[in-house]
């Protein structure tokens, strides 16, 4: 029903090329759609784009299931995020065949992966977030511009004045102007176009004082982007797809990073991200536990439907999300190099994908000594493009403002931590920042990246988000709702993860209304304690929790 509604409101808005708004969020991920959230839920009218037909990001048109920390089922989350996890339970309970069993579990794991406890199907989530914005679309208050990209910005001194979105199915340029911009693009997309001062790639020591950053910056150094796709395995069949263009390049290429990678690629071994030794990993489809000891079964990992929790003969098979560091991209960016070389950098990191898939299905080692399985079958209908890839590549690492505060290693990563405090591992906590307007916790997993770095995977404390990473330093109206905000290459590694980008656009968008309804700016919120309280106890009254009980490391 609420899709058709998109689509209605689509047709609405018409020829319109001059649209109005409190808040315009552009960029319709998993920050954009807590930040429109957390600006219609405080009276504002709000705008919010993407550039692709699906709302949600990493979670829908990226196909990638959240990766969350342990605590997530009780605390370390906004009360929107958790409404989200148990709609997507729910979502389950009233529209699958699910066993009494699966159906009786509180906690339910839908495809039982072990990478996450709510592993599930990326439409769910479409379906799940289109409902969360459901009421606001028929009030009249949310407009939802699908297939739209940012192409121009008019910026007048500091502040931005409007967007330019331009419609894949139209063509025409719509011009978008608010009191407020969300950028909470997977790329930070508006960064350049509005002249927003932003940062890329791995800052110096000198600047950071980092104790992983290198010596010298490396603007172009960002971490690996991925295509993923999903797979299901139906024996006795044949599903081998096409021989991709540039399978023999990636059948027979050996990573040549810092420190060395484990010999090809497309193997079941890689770098341990934590030791950066050899790793074996193991592959079969159906396999079904993790076994003590054992090496990891990478269709297990990201499994998002187990046929088990279903009705005998509704699944005839699981389903796998294929994110794995065999289909990780790092020979080229998306981002900060010409537009025709990020377009061949998007298709190479394509034809990997398609290559990891052929090897599978023709020549990868089985368990049982022969060679492939042509049964696995690539799922066009779960990833809802014609050739089974994601519609959107999974982005790590994006631009990032230079904010009024950067969060830096020292702050949340363990032994760093360890360092500045003198404080031993068990009493160590993050720094407390004043002006926390969130919480987060994930390990610093930095995946390999473009200038031939190998993994970065440390230990980081549970962290606070602080409302200056949020904010440009110069230009007014403008705010980080995603991964660009204020953390360098290193503490990106903690802050990009699905409910830490949640938390991060949902305060962007509650501290723009705030900014509107009190008639003053982010920058003022932030720089005045009787009004930076004020804005905190209003969103921990919304269920943004702003700091953490005691808890253990990542």
Request: charged share 25%; hydrophobic share 40%; proline share 6%.
């Amino acid at each position: 029903m609420l899709r058709r509604t998109f689509l209605q409101l689509l047709a609405s808005v018409g020829a319109s090329r001059e649209l109005r708004s409190d808040v315009a969020v552009i960029g319709a991920g998993v920050g954009g759609c807590a930040a429109a959230l957390g600006a219609l839920r405080n009276g504002m009218a709000v705008i919010l784009t993407d550039e692709t037909d699906w709302i949600g990001g990493q979670l829908t048109s990226q196909a990638v299931p959240p990766d969350e920390h342990p605590w997530i089922e009780s605390f370390g989350r906004t009360r929107s995020y958790a409404a989200y996890r148990a709609a997507v339970r729910e979502y389950y309970r009233r529209n699958y065949p699910l066993t009494a069993e699966a159906r009786a579990r509180e906690q339910l794991n839908p495809g039982d992966g072990s990478v996450s406890r709510l592993t599930h199907e990326p439409r769910v989530s479409v379906a799940v977030l289109e409902d969360m914005l459901a009421a606001y679309v028929s009030a009249g208050r949310l407009r939802v511009l699908l297939r739209h990209k940012p192409v121009s910005a008019d910026v007048e001194g500091d502040s931005v004045r409007s967007v330019g979105v331009q419609s894949a199915a139209a063509g025409l340029t719509r011009t978008i102007s608010a009191k407020y911009f969300v950028d909470a693009t997977e790329q930070g997309d508006l960064l350049p176009l509005t002249r927003t001062e932003y940062v890329t790639g791995f800052e110096s020591r000198a600047e950071t004082g980092e104790p992983h950053a290198p010596d010298a910056a490396q603007p172009s150094n960002i971490q690996s982007f991925t295509v993923c796709f999903a797979i299901d395995h139906r024996p006795g069949e044949d599903h081998t797809i096409d021989r991709p263009a540039e399978y023999s390049f990636w059948r027979d290429y050996s990573p040549t990073l810092r420190p060395a990678w484990p010999g090809k690629l497309l193997s079941w071994s890689m770098a341990d991200p934590v030791t950066l030794k050899a790793r074996r990993v193991s592959f079969e489809p159906g396999c079904d536990a993790s076994i003590a000891g054992a090496p990891l079964c990478l269709w297990l990992y990201r499994r998002i439907a187990r046929a088990r929790n279903h009705a005998a003969g509704a699944f005839l098979s699981d389903v796998s999300l294929v994110n794995w560091p065999q289909n990780d991209y790092w020979l080229g960016n998306l981002h900060g190099v010409p537009e025709a070389e990020a377009a061949r950098n998007l298709a190479r990191a394509r034809q990997l994908s398609l290559s990891l898939l052929y090897w599978m299905q023709t020549e990868a080692p089985r368990p049982d000594g022969g060679v492939g399985w042509p049964g696995l079958r690539i799922r066009p209908d779960i990833t809802g493009t014609e050739d089974g890839l994601a519609k959107y590549p999974y982005i790590r690492e994006s631009r990032r403002i230079r904010a009024e505060f950067t969060v830096v290693e020292q702050q949340v990563g363990t032994d760093a931590r360890m360092q500045v405090t003198g404080k031993s591992r068990e009493e160590v906590r993050a720094e407390a920042f004043a002006d926390s307007v969130g919480v987060g916790s994930y390990r610093i997993d930095l995946h390999p990246s473009t200038g031939g770095d190998n993994y970065i995977d440390v230990s980081s404390l549970p962290f606070q988000i602080p409302l200056g990473a949020l904010i440009p330093r110069r230009i007014e109206n403008l705010l980080a709702g995603a991964k660009n905000l204020g953390v360098t290459h290193i503490t990106n590694g903690c802050y990009r993860l699905h409910p830490v980008e949640w938390n991060i656009g949902e305060a962007a968008g509650a501290v723009a209304a705030h900014a509107v309804n009190t008639r003053g700016t982010p920058r003022q919120i932030r720089g005045d304690a009787k009004r930076l309280k004020d804005f905190q106890s209003l969103i921990e009254a919304q269920g943004i929790e702003i700091s953490w009980p005691h808890v253990s490391p990542r």
